[in-house]
């Protein structure tokens, strides 16, 4: 039987994964490498809107995650 701190590492898990899913490929993909179409690399291209959003509530459920991660480990030892 899972405890309630592995329920809400399981639901902050599943949030990680949406937001992942949300964020727009930075890239062209693989008909971008064949053709030549990436070159532009090294440009500097800020987020905005909503993107920039998504990346910031990703690197917070991140560091709750990890946070989590570490607490669950210390209580089962």
């Known amino acids: 039987m899972l405890a309630w701190y592995d329920w809400v590492l399981l639901a902050v898990s599943i949030i990680i994964i949406v937001l992942c899913l949300l964020q727009g490929g930075k890239s062209e993909g693989a008909s ?12 500097k291209t800020k987020e905005r809107g909503a993107e920039k959003v998504i990346s910031i509530l990703t690197l917070v459920v991140a560091i ?3 946070i989590l991660a570490i607490l669950i480990k210390i209580l089962n030892s």
């Open 64 to 66: 709750i995650f990890f």
């Open 32 to 43: 971008g490498a064949i053709t030549g179409g990436g070159l532009n690399v090294f440009v």
